[in-house]
C-alpha cells in the first residue's frame, strides 16, 4: 500500500511498482528508460473510475508484446496514442497518452487514461501477439 496524501487513504500499489525508481509525487516517473508524466488530480480520477493507477499503467510500455496505435484526434494540438500491453501486475490495460518532446529533445509520454482491457481487445491482444 502506498499513501495517497491528496485523499489521505491508502491507495494499493502493485508489488513489483515499489521497486522503481519514482518521483511519486510530482506525477513523474521514470521507467525502462522512458519518462512518463500526467495530472495527479486526473490520476485519482481514473483509479477512482476504472480502478488502474497511472504507476501500474506506465508499466504497459515494458510489454515488448504491446501493441500502439493512433488514437482519435482530441484536439489540433497534440495527438493521442493507444496502447495495450501487460502491466506488471499481469493485467491487460489500454493506455491513452501523447507524446511530448522535453527541452532536452528526449521523449516524454504522458498519461491520459488507462483502464482493463475490453473483451474485444483482449481477444485482438491474444490473436495479435500470439
Known sequence: MSWDWLRFRAVPVPPLIH???VL???GNWCIYEKVFTW???KSIANFEKHGVPFEEAATVFGDAKGLDWNG???SHQEQRFKRLGLSVSKRLLL????VRRTEHEKEK???ISARPASRRERQAYTRLTD
Not at 493506455?95 to 501523447?98: C, Q
Request: aromatic share 10%.
Open 19 to 21: 521497486s522503481l525508481s
Open 24 to 26: 511519486r509525487h510530482t
Open 39 to 41: 495530472d495527479i488530480p
Open 72 to 74: 482519435v484526434a482530441h
Open 95 to 98: 493506455v491513452v497518452y501523447t
Open 109 to 111: 509520454f504522458r498519461i
